[in-house]
T-cell receptor
Framework: DAKTTQPPSMDCAEGRAANLPCNHSTISGNEYVYWYRQIHSQGPQYIIHGLKNNETNEMASLIITEDRKSSTLILPHATLRDTAVYYCIVRFDWYSGGGADGLTFGKGTHLIIQP | NAGVTQTPKFQVLKTGQSMTLQCAQDMNHEYMSWYRQDPGMGLRLIHYSVGAGITDQGEVPNGYNVSRSTTEDFPLRLLSAAPSQTSVYFC????????????FGQGTRLTVV
């Protein structure tokens, strides 16, 4: 799986959009970008994933650059409950079942939402 | 629907003791795995299973054993606990081919003294 680079920490004001960047310059054509978050040492929680098109769900949006070497997770209206560590993960083969056979977690970005 | 359930939530062991961390899922998922998380670090894969009777090693398997006799359960055994195994352990499951999301338990905080 390709390596990812994320800033160690970020701040965002409550109610504003939080934009979390991720660099994955060595990503290959059939690797997906996944985002998980971990709130205060709880088990990680899936947020969103994508291949090359932008994706949106009820939690967030994922913007992937055209060359696929970087992506941005957007939380449109951040709340205090969004304070967490956010992990960007590049995964080779989503057909193998969602990742319980091995997700490679880096250190992630600690997002702090300020009141 | 309970999802992924881990027991116990907290455990203190003495060096050399053995114990089993329990993990159960009620989603009929094929894939299950165990991770450990040390302070300030991301999760690291210990062992995983792609179905009943099938297990394989992850990144940090030494000192741990697993088995998968049923779809629902995936216990993690520490045969002789060491202080280096002090960590938070997470179990995860996912549904197999075509599924995109892994579900995690709430973790077991293990301290070896």
């Amino acid at each position: 799986d390709a390596k990812t680079t994320q800033p160690p920490s970020m701040d965002c004001a409550e109610g504003r959009a939080a934009n979390l960047p991720c660099n994955h310059s060595t990503i290959s054509g059939n690797e997906y970008v996944y985002w998980y978050r971990q709130i205060h040492s709880q088990g990680p929680q899936y947020i969103i994933h994508g291949l090359k098109n932008n994706e949106t769900n009820e939690m967030a949006s994922l913007i992937i650059t055209e060359d696929r070497k970087s992506s941005t997770l957007i939380l449109p209206h951040a709340t205090l409950r969004d304070t967490a560590v956010y992990y960007c993960i590049v995964r080779f083969d989503w057909y193998s079942g969602g990742g319980a056979d091995g997700l490679t977690f880096g250190k992630g970005t600690h997002l702090i939402i300020q009141p | 629907n309970a999802g992924v359930t881990q027991t116990p939530k907290f455990q203190v062991l003495k060096t050399g003791q053995s114990m089993t961390l329990q993990c159960a899922q009620d989603m009929n998922h094929e894939y299950m795995s165990w991770y450990r998380q040390d302070p300030g670090m991301g999760l690291r894969l210990i062992h995983y299973s792609v179905g009943a009777g099938i297990t394989d090693q992850g990144e940090v398997p030494n000192g741990y054993n697993v088995s998968r006799s049923t779809t629902e359960d995936f216990p993690l055994r520490l045969l002789s606990a060491a202080p280096s195994q002090t960590s938070v352990y997470f179990c995860a499951s996912s549904g197999g081919t075509g599924n995109t999301e892994a579900f995690f338990g709430q973790g077991t905080r293990l301290t070896v003294v």
